[in-house]
T-cell receptor, first 114, second 113 residues
Framework: QKEVEQNSGPLSVPEGAIASLNCTYSDRGSQSFFWYRQYSGKSPELIMSIYSNGDKEDGRFTAQLNKASQYVSLLIRDSQPSDSATYLCAVTGRRSGGYNKLIFGAGTRLAVHP | ETGVTQSPTHLIKTRGQQVTLRCSSQSGHNTVSWYQQALGQGPQFIFQYYREEENGRGNFPPRFSGLQFPNYSSELNVNALELDDSALYLC????????????FGSGTQLSVL
């Protein structure tokens, strides 16, 4: 079982629609959850962080966390062609030795078509 | 822009050679982490440096080594390059040893032939 799992996609949505990206993780001790956006050939860019159960909204983005189900999602409202990218879910492992690391999923490729 | 800079942007090496990649952290950030991202995969944690000492390491062999300097810049060294080392190498800086928000540099694309 992978530590962080995402559907590789591509997820294709029409412009203006809501894109829903999902992620599950295996370590119940995980404490922090992140969504990164990565354009082709570029480095990951942090777009959302969430630490407690529920929803967190930032502009067109909403992150949702359910620790009991070990599930985190990202909703993108009013999707634009410029949102077309790979979205990486990242989870911190249990803190040990005074450091933590991000564990990434393989990413979901989103394609927003006009 | 994250303020994290990496050099070079692209590099081509042959199997068995050694390579050094460089990273300058965002101002004020004292922790640097290195990640390897193979094509079609998510980034994989290599190691983290805090105040010039390695304080965390992923599942990478000893031929992957690093340094952090007093100005918090960092190097990643890879010896005895293998074809599977071809990847995007990402440097990320953060505010504290256990800081969680990582800000990535633009990466170094390494090709091993």
């Amino acid at each position: 079982q992978k530590e962080v799992e995402q559907n590789s996609g591509p997820l294709s949505v029409p412009e203006g629609a809501i894109a829903s990206l999902n992620c599950t993780y295996s370590d119940r001790g995980s404490q922090s959850f992140f969504w990164y956006r990565q354009y082709s050939g570029k480095s990951p860019e942090l777009i959302m962080s969430i630490y407690s159960n529920g929803d967190k909204e930032d502009g067109r983005f909403t992150a949702q966390l359910n620790k009991a189900s070990q599930y985190v999602s990202l909703l993108i409202r009013d999707s634009q062609p410029s949102d077309s990218a790979t979205y990486l879910c990242a989870v911190t492992g249990r803190r040990s030795g005074g450091y933590n690391k991000l564990i990434f999923g393989a990413g979901t490729r989103l394609a927003v078509h006009p | 822009e994250t303020g994290v800079t990496q050099s070079p942007t692209h590099l081509i090496k042959t199997r068995g050679q050694q390579v050094t990649l460089r990273c300058s952290s965002q101002s004020g950030h004292n922790t640097v982490s290195w990640y390897q991202q193979a094509l079609g995969q998510g980034p994989q944690f290599i190691f983290q440096y805090y105040r010039e000492e390695e304080n965390g390491r992923g599942n990478f062999p000893p031929r992957f080594s690093g340094l952090q300097f007093p100005n918090y810049s960092s190097e990643l060294n890879v010896n005895a390059l293998e074809l599977d080392d071809s990847a995007l190498y990402l440097c990320a800086s953060s505010l504290a040893r256990a800081g969680e928000k990582l800000f990535f540099g633009s990466g170094t694309q390494l090709s091993v032939l």
